[in-house]
């Protein structure tokens, strides 16, 4: 069975870091996409950054949301399954769950499918 387990949530102030780690387990073939979505109170889960893998010659590639461009930096490792977001100068907006998004293929010949992590609480506030 796949998991998603998420770390480095957390309470901050204005203008501090964070950081964000999800590491997939489990028995599958690979993965292909993860990023990380964010969902605060009343409203949508939203996309915040996203990381696909690459070949070797564009390596990954990295998409964010227009909000968090300059502020947030996506990063994955391969070898440990993980994703991590670094966020840095933060503010009340920041404010929600975020959760960790995975696209897995379980074998080779099933198409890809979506996991969740549980969410991580992050707070900005003074």
């Known amino acids: 069975q796949v998991q998603l387990v998420e770390s480095g949530g957390g309470f901050v102030q204005p203008g501090g870091s964070l950081r964000l780690s999800c590491a997939a387990s489990?028995?599958?073939?690979?993965?292909?996409?993860m990023a990380w979505y964010r969902q605060a109170p009343g409203k949508q889960r939203e996309l915040v950054a996203e990381i696909t893998r690459g070949d070797l010659t564009r390596g990954d590639l990295t998409t964010y949301a227009d909000y968090v461009k300059g502020r947030f930096a996506i990063s994955r490792d391969g070898a440990k399954q993980a994703v991590y977001l670094q966020m840095n100068s933060l503010n009340a907006e920041d404010t929600a769950i975020y959760y960790c998004?995975?696209?897995?293929?379980?074998?080779?010949?099933?198409?890809?499918?979506?996991?969740w992590g549980q969410g991580t609480q992050v707070t900005v506030s003074s």
């Open positions: 489990g028995n599958f073939f690979t993965i292909y996409t």
């Open positions: 998004y995975a696209g897995i293929k379980i074998v080779a010949t099933l198409p890809t499918r979506a996991y």
